[in-house]
Protein backbone atom coordinates (compact mmCIF):
# COMPACT_ATOMS: atom_id res chain seq x y z
CA UNK A 1 0.00 0.00 0.00
CA UNK A 2 1.16 3.50 -0.29
CA UNK A 3 0.78 6.21 2.13
CA UNK A 4 -2.06 8.41 3.25
CA UNK A 5 -3.57 11.01 4.78
CA UNK A 6 -4.12 10.81 8.71
CA UNK A 7 -7.17 9.03 9.22
CA UNK A 8 -7.18 7.72 5.63
CA UNK A 9 -7.57 4.54 4.27
CA UNK A 10 -4.42 3.32 2.15
CA UNK A 11 -4.22 3.60 -1.19
CA UNK A 12 -3.88 -0.30 -2.78
CA UNK A 13 -1.28 0.51 -5.78
CA UNK A 14 -1.83 -1.19 -9.23
CA UNK A 15 0.92 -0.30 -12.07
CA UNK A 16 -0.26 0.50 -15.71
CA UNK A 17 3.32 0.57 -16.66
CA UNK A 18 5.85 3.47 -17.27
CA UNK A 19 4.98 4.84 -13.59
CA UNK A 20 1.08 4.96 -14.39
CA UNK A 21 0.26 3.86 -10.41
CA UNK A 22 -3.54 4.25 -9.58
CA UNK A 23 -5.20 3.00 -6.50
CA UNK A 24 -7.35 0.49 -6.60
CA UNK A 25 -11.00 0.52 -6.23
CA UNK A 26 -13.37 -2.37 -5.93
CA UNK A 27 -16.41 -4.32 -4.30
CA UNK A 28 -14.40 -4.09 -0.81
CA UNK A 29 -12.74 -1.56 -0.64
CA UNK A 30 -11.82 1.98 -1.93
CA UNK A 31 -9.33 4.30 -0.24
CA UNK A 32 -10.83 7.50 1.38
CA UNK A 33 -9.70 10.67 2.68
CA UNK A 34 -10.87 12.42 5.65
CA UNK A 35 -13.09 14.89 5.10
CA UNK A 36 -12.20 18.29 3.98
CA UNK A 37 -12.10 21.40 6.32
CA UNK A 38 -11.89 24.99 5.24
CA UNK A 39 -8.32 26.31 6.55
CA UNK A 40 -8.76 29.19 8.78
CA UNK A 41 -8.12 33.35 7.50
CA UNK A 42 -4.85 33.97 5.63
CA UNK A 43 -3.73 30.23 5.28
CA UNK A 44 -4.36 27.29 2.77
CA UNK A 45 -4.50 24.27 1.91
CA UNK A 46 -2.68 22.08 -0.58
CA UNK A 47 -3.48 18.48 -1.73
CA UNK A 48 -0.65 17.16 -4.36
CA UNK A 49 -0.09 14.55 -6.28
CA UNK A 50 3.16 12.99 -8.30
CA UNK A 51 4.28 10.20 -10.33
CA UNK A 52 6.71 10.01 -7.77
CA UNK A 53 4.40 8.44 -5.38
CA UNK A 54 2.42 11.84 -3.63
CA UNK A 55 -1.37 10.80 -3.50
CA UNK A 56 -3.28 14.10 -2.81
CA UNK A 57 -0.69 14.91 0.10
CA UNK A 58 -1.57 17.40 1.83
CA UNK A 59 0.06 20.63 3.32
CA UNK A 60 -0.92 23.84 5.12
CA UNK A 61 0.77 26.97 4.83
CA UNK A 62 -0.13 30.47 5.70
CA UNK A 63 0.05 33.53 3.49
CA UNK A 64 3.04 35.94 3.79
CA UNK A 65 2.34 39.91 3.62
CA UNK A 66 5.41 40.42 1.80
CA UNK A 67 8.01 38.34 -0.09
CA UNK A 68 11.25 38.93 -0.21
CA UNK A 69 12.98 35.02 -2.00
CA UNK A 70 13.55 35.21 -5.56
CA UNK A 71 11.40 32.50 -7.57
CA UNK A 72 7.14 32.90 -8.25
CA UNK A 73 5.85 35.43 -6.51
CA UNK A 74 2.07 34.95 -6.26
CA UNK A 75 -0.50 37.85 -5.55
CA UNK A 76 -3.50 37.52 -4.10
CA UNK A 77 -5.46 40.38 -3.91
CA UNK A 78 -8.73 39.37 -1.95
CA UNK A 79 -11.02 42.35 -1.87
CA UNK A 80 -11.60 41.99 -5.90
CA UNK A 81 -13.59 38.88 -6.18
CA UNK A 82 -14.48 37.91 -10.02
CA UNK A 83 -16.67 34.59 -9.77
CA UNK A 84 -18.20 32.28 -7.32
CA UNK A 85 -17.03 28.39 -7.02
CA UNK A 86 -20.34 26.47 -6.90
CA UNK A 87 -18.99 23.22 -7.03
CA UNK A 88 -16.19 20.78 -8.17
CA UNK A 89 -17.28 17.78 -10.30
CA UNK A 90 -16.95 16.06 -13.54
CA UNK A 91 -18.30 14.30 -16.68
CA UNK A 92 -20.59 11.47 -16.98
CA UNK A 93 -19.94 10.55 -21.13
CA UNK A 94 -21.36 7.43 -22.74
CA UNK A 95 -17.70 6.05 -22.49
CA UNK A 96 -17.78 6.73 -18.39
CA UNK A 97 -21.06 4.92 -18.03
CA UNK A 98 -20.35 2.28 -19.98
CA UNK A 99 -17.47 1.27 -17.69
CA UNK A 100 -19.10 2.10 -14.12
CA UNK A 101 -21.82 -0.28 -15.37
CA UNK A 102 -19.19 -2.86 -16.34
CA UNK A 103 -18.17 -2.69 -12.42
CA UNK A 104 -20.37 -5.27 -9.74
CA UNK A 105 -23.25 -3.29 -7.71
CA UNK A 106 -20.93 -3.09 -4.82
CA UNK A 107 -18.09 -1.83 -6.71
CA UNK A 108 -19.80 0.95 -8.52
CA UNK A 109 -21.48 1.60 -4.99
CA UNK A 110 -17.71 1.89 -3.68
CA UNK A 111 -16.91 3.89 -6.47
CA UNK A 112 -19.54 6.45 -6.62
CA UNK A 113 -19.35 6.78 -3.02
CA UNK A 114 -15.48 7.84 -3.70
CA UNK A 115 -16.27 10.77 -5.71
CA UNK A 116 -19.29 11.86 -4.14
CA UNK A 117 -19.66 11.29 0.03
CA UNK A 118 -17.50 12.81 2.67
CA UNK A 119 -15.42 10.00 2.64
CA UNK A 120 -14.27 10.77 -1.16
CA UNK A 121 -13.85 14.16 -2.76
CA UNK A 122 -17.08 15.04 -2.51
CA UNK A 123 -18.06 16.00 -5.72
CA UNK A 124 -20.83 18.12 -6.24
CA UNK A 125 -21.63 18.72 -9.96
CA UNK A 126 -21.65 16.60 -12.72
CA UNK A 127 -21.44 17.48 -16.73
CA UNK A 128 -23.89 15.48 -18.86
CA UNK A 129 -23.16 16.24 -22.75
CA UNK A 130 -26.08 17.48 -24.52
CA UNK A 131 -26.78 14.22 -26.84
CA UNK A 132 -23.65 12.61 -28.30
CA UNK A 133 -19.93 13.59 -27.55
CA UNK A 134 -16.43 11.75 -28.85
CA UNK A 135 -16.85 9.36 -26.50
CA UNK A 136 -20.64 8.06 -27.53
CA UNK A 137 -21.15 4.62 -28.36
CA UNK A 138 -22.80 6.33 -31.73
CA UNK A 139 -23.64 9.57 -33.40
CA UNK A 140 -26.65 11.09 -32.39
CA UNK A 141 -28.68 14.28 -31.03
CA UNK A 142 -32.02 14.53 -29.28
CA UNK A 143 -33.69 16.29 -32.09
CA UNK A 144 -32.97 16.53 -35.33
CA UNK A 145 -36.14 18.44 -36.84
CA UNK A 146 -35.33 21.20 -38.55
CA UNK A 147 -37.32 24.77 -36.65
CA UNK A 148 -38.25 22.30 -33.97
CA UNK A 149 -38.13 25.18 -31.25
CA UNK A 150 -41.17 24.04 -28.85
CA UNK A 151 -38.70 20.60 -28.85
CA UNK A 152 -42.02 18.43 -29.64
CA UNK A 153 -39.64 15.44 -31.23
CA UNK A 154 -37.08 16.05 -28.52
CA UNK A 155 -36.44 12.26 -27.01
CA UNK A 156 -33.30 10.59 -25.25
CA UNK A 157 -32.24 7.29 -26.98
CA UNK A 158 -32.22 4.21 -24.76
CA UNK A 159 -28.41 4.75 -24.11
CA UNK A 160 -28.93 8.36 -22.40
CA UNK A 161 -32.15 6.99 -20.01
CA UNK A 162 -29.52 3.40 -18.82
CA UNK A 163 -26.17 4.86 -18.98
CA UNK A 164 -26.91 8.70 -17.79
CA UNK A 165 -30.79 9.04 -15.99
Known amino acids: TLPCLPGARPCIPKDFG ?22 A ?11 AGKRLERSEGRFQRSLRTPGLLLTLNTSTLYQHVKGFGGSLSDAAAMNILK ?5 QDN ?31 YDD ?12 PDEDVKMKV
Open 18 to 39: RGSLVCVCNATYCDTLDPLVLP
Open 41 to 51: TGSYVKYESSK
Open 103 to 107: LSQPA
Open 111 to 141: LLRSYFSESGIEYNLIRVPMACSDFSVRPYS
Open 145 to 156: VPDDYELKHFKL
